[in-house]
């Protein structure tokens, strides 16, 4: 396949089945001198962890990661980054009445369809099981766009089906199971996620991720724009059907004169932008919201095919999410980490030595 | 930058601004034996070229392609093909006043702090008038997809602001102005943009690009998946600031027993994907639709600032379309055919052997 | 760093110090349907690994790997593969008086210099050690080139230090500790070493690799062609300090009436050109031979500085091999491996269409 | 085939064949605020040019290059320079009789294998003369280097068949046909070309190439090494069989401790490495060997096949150089200054803020 890296500059490329040995990763590219600890993987890891509730799926994975190479004396050398997780949970026999038939909606048919055959425990390659990878190389990328640009980035969950998450504490996202901003919402949540199960139906859910302080600049057009790149970043996540930059499919019923970001030397006006403008940073706030799809494994029967074209009922065993969307925030969060890094480094390398006469304004949320 | 290359096996790579001499691309990559001309480009050249209606930008670009190398008695040769089209009517001087000032939501303030001074001339390189050579690259990709796979890309106005159009006739689309599929609709648009004009504003817009006759099984999981590449394909055009694969943002809302695309041996039975699952196409149509933002530049005042840093009021005079949505079509259509062919391409190298006993069942709309 | 990704379409990626935990790989793009095992890789690292004559380093490592991923019920499945060998025996008090010194000829001062730091422990990462990696990464290369197209690897050593060897007979060079294609010379070499061992000092080595059954056509010209890639390939090994291809350095004195491989319907009559000819394969046998200095850790005093930049004089104790060429055979057949499949798979990806109508006319040596 | 690109921040990519339209290319990723005008690189481009003595082709080709985009103002704006230089004394005809021959050691019969078909004219893509870009964007890179950096670069011809030349006078290697860095041996080129163009022969070279003044650190282990991309950048020019860094080839009868390079508080005491060790710059003059093979192009007739597989005889008409080696030293210099200037940014990219408290010493020949 050779699609499994990604980055220019700061480059991560993973493997792993969701029921194989282990997954893994290699971050090339890190810059030397960062202070680094499996403990500053594992807290991002912990949070998308599964098994942390009883609305996530049961399967028990501690995803505890070992630093293989690439750090020495507790920093980083410059050299590249191994990373390994152990899986530890596997039930493969759960799939083997998978191993002849598609399930509708999950990958099975085109993997069958490219590679000949398929890897059917729990999915395989294809499996979310992957993203534990990208958390903990995005877990280093968030510690260096800290440490030394004062990037800081917040995923949170704004819409769980019909309910629409107010943000109005950040600091409880990571308090509470579903990376809610709204504390008061949590109960609502819950009743929701009691009656999907009891269904066996899922749900879909609206991902927000927002990166502040990133100064502006960064992209690299045409083609390598930073919105362009967020984009691929995210749409690339499992079960992600659409991405937006700040007001995203609004726009499309907008004036221009109410769309523009206004200046002035106090700062922008507005920020409907999202941050990002001609394909580079503003100097905003980056804004990006994704929709994931409900997920495709439940009990509810459905019509399928198996290997030899006949016609059959599937019923999705197993152990599952009824709602990917929910654990699909540090997977946001990662993938904007590294989008950031990657550019933070491409513009860098090539316009280190501009000195640019302009002040640089406030963007609007500071 | 060296951000200007898109694709990895059809690589192409484009250069020019708006008021340059010139506009080029590079098609690196393209098979040998596709018999080509520069009617091939030209077709879609003219229907992205501006001043062919009142209600775009009235610089008058032939917009004329030569190939000047590449191909030999008529066919390609598998070796680069260089292009170039001569920019004839800049108007430099219209954009003198704004050399010292940030219009506000354009790139100038951006560009101005990464590279530390900007081509003011119409924007220089971020203007869209680059698009052009994505259109001529797209116009090869195309015509291989066609011929070689059977693939076929249409593109169309979904929406223009408030305006929903319903697909009532996509062999209408290249006849209007509008590229509506609802030739009915056109009225109603024209009333709209004559009265937009008026007030001296712009409007967003909605896209969407279909391919059809695509095999099941293209994309490179886990990051250059097929829906990764497409959003990162479309995210980088001109003013997109949202895309969507299949039911897109609705997907929030939907629940997983109504999502998922049920397989019969007769086929699919619905396309809320939009042709891509687990990253991979999976043989039904491709769908994609994008949010366009409202031009910026208008000649309703707004406030912004100087290089100095000082407060102004700007009014962008100099020749806009009103709506840049309305000639997106021929640039999406341009960059799905360029992220369809490069996944073929790919897919070949890697898999020709692949010998998949599993029959391939017909998508729906087919 | 981001430099330690090999290929464009089989891609394989490295981690690893020579005194860190593991030392590790991810294969990416590996067709689906090989058969393969860790004793495919096993027998390569064998070959190479340390401690396997008296007159190799001394370190022990059993350099057993384990496959992570990407293989399934005994086949790879066309996603990556991850491998990983654990060091179990360093010795990192070896190298504490190191720390503040850089041993000449050795990477010590430039990685200090890079990176502002180095991890001293036996060179790091700028250790030979990590092509352990590259050994298991090109023997699937080697499998999948043997299977699918008949491609055969074979290197063998031409000349220790003043000692040049003849090809007498190729199916010794596994059968011996120098790898010599010359059975005879064995004795002759054991005395040269024996000597070397006790002056305390080292000696450079000529490396030669053939492949045999490529076809015509492999290679993208004008950068990509697969001499350039088998010239960065080889020079990028440890201690390579010249590549040639075919008759090489010899070709300055050649005239063109000598050098030209003349072509007739049994066969080209020569192979000066080493089977690459206008940067793709000729179909004839394809010849590299490369050069490798004296290994740098010598117990002679040598005159260096420190860290501060004072004089000191320095003698390298540690483990080490008294000529690292020795060594270099299966490595270099590995970087053979890893540059042929990648260009086999991308020449099929662009022209696998292509209907040759030219007979393919036979190589000299076959 | 899309191998025209070189460099990774550094981007060039070519195209154009022999006769036909032009050739050009695209810089992308050059800095802003270069001063640059098409006279900087055409000193580079006349230096290259054919037709400027006896012992060069006839051909007649000013090779003037067109900046297309880039530069605003007299400066590089930091997005792609397009430059295209038209092709004006074209002779196809010259080439009709070999359409269906393929004449040995030419890329004819490989280029056929590769495609189907081939471009005829001169050889098409394949012949030298695409070289004409490298060397305008090498000219953009060597100012950049020089400015920027301090980085100088000088090549010249070391060897002529058996002449071999002496570094006398390197300020003379521009002043004369040849490249000589020996003034005094020019007499003698002059009479040995003039005997070899009498016999309808050819002869190889041996070009060198040095940088100076490149600080210590650059190039990116364990494969983007700056001596391997060294390699694959001379390997890759047309007639290159051999490269070599520093000492080369006769490292092989070399002992360990004759080889080091000494260190001192003063600078180094030698340099056999060639100011590349571990892959990485040690601040020391880089220099690199290179070995061309003869021009295969002769009068003398030599046995070959056409098309249909049948014996014939060829004998090579048209316009040639009976020495490719001479011109080839601004192209050799051209691909040091990309490979350097691609590497001096990649360094920067990731490693701009390391503090190296070691003192920086002198090379060898400062």
Redo the contacts between chains.
């Keep these: 396949?050779?699609?499994?890296?990604?980055?220019?500059?700061?480059?991560v490329?993973?493997?792993?089945?969701s029921h194989?040995?282990?997954?893994?990763a290699?971050v090339?590219?890190c810059?030397?001198?960062l202070e680094l600890t499996e403990a500053d993987l594992q807290r991002d890891l912990d949070l998308r962890k599964p098994g942390t509730s009883k609305h996530t799926t049961q399967r028990r994975e501690p995803d505890e990661v070992?630093i293989?190479?690439?750090v020495?004396e507790g920093?980083t050398?410059?050299?590249?980054?191994?990373l390994?997780i152990r899986n530890t949970d596997q039930r493969s026999k759960d799939y083997g009445n998978i191993q002849n038939t598609?399930r509708?909606?999950?990958?099975d048919?085109?993997?069958?369809?490219?590679?000949?055959?398929?890897?059917y425990?729990g999915g395989?390659?294809?499996s979310a099981r992957?993203t534990a990878m990208r958390v903990a190389a995005g877990a280093i990328a968030k510690k260096w766009l800290k440490q030394?640009y004062g990037i800081e980035i917040q995923g949170f969950l704004s819409?769980l089906?019909?309910i629409k998450l107010e943000v109005k504490d950040l600091s409880q996202v990571y308090e509470n199971a579903f990376f809610s901003p709204d504390p008061d919402a949590i109960p609502a949540l819950e009743e929701y996620m009691t009656n999907l199960r009891r269904e066996g139906?899922?749900?879909?859910?609206?991902i927000t991720v927002i990166a502040k302080h990133v100064?502006?600049?960064?992209?690299?057009?045409?083609?390598?724009?930073l919105?362009?790149?967020?984009?691929?970043?995210?749409?690339?996540i499992?079960a992600?059907?659409?991405?937006?930059?700040?007001?995203?499919?609004?726009?499309?019923?907008?004036?221009?004169?109410?769309?523009?970001?206004?200046?002035?030397?106090n700062g922008f006006?507005s920020n409907?932008?999202?941050g990002v403008?001609?394909?580079?940073?503003?100097?905003q706030d980056i804004v990006v919201h994704m929709?994931?799809?409900?997920?495709?494994?439940?009990t509810?029967p459905?019509?399928?095919?198996d290997?030899?074209?006949?016609?059959i009922d599937v019923i999705t065993k197993g152990r599952h999410d009824p709602c990917v969307g929910i654990r699909a925030t540090p997977i946001a969060e990662a993938m904007m980490a590294l989008t950031l890094i990657d550019h933070a480094?491409?513009?860098?390398?090539?316009?280190?030595?501009?000195?640019?006469?302009?002040?640089?304004?406030k963007g609007l949320a500071e």
Excluded: W
Excluded at 201 to 206: E, F, L, T
């Design positions: 396949m050779a699609g499994n890296t990604f980055g220019t500059l700061f480059k490329t993973t493997f792993g089945e194989g040995l282990a997954l893994g290699i090339d590219g810059p030397p001198g070992e293989l190479s690439g020495f920093k050398t410059g050299t590249p980054i191994g390994v598609f509708p909606a999950h990958a048919y085109v993997y069958d369809q490219k590679f000949g055959f398929r890897d425990r395989g390659r294809s992957e030394r819409q089906g019909p139906d899922s749900v879909g859910a609206k100064k502006p600049g960064l992209g690299e057009p045409v083609f390598d724009r919105d362009a790149d967020l984009a691929k970043a995210m749409m690339g499992n992600v059907k659409g991405v937006e930059i700040g007001d995203g499919f609004d726009v499309i019923e907008q004036k221009g004169s109410e769309h523009r970001d206004e200046m002035t030397p006006l409907h932008a999202g403008i001609g394909g580079l940073s503003s100097g929709a994931l799809k409900p997920t495709s494994s439940i509810i459905g019509q399928s095919i290997r030899e074209g006949n016609q480094l491409r513009d860098r390398g090539q316009n280190a030595d501009v000195q640019c006469m302009t002040p640089v304004i």
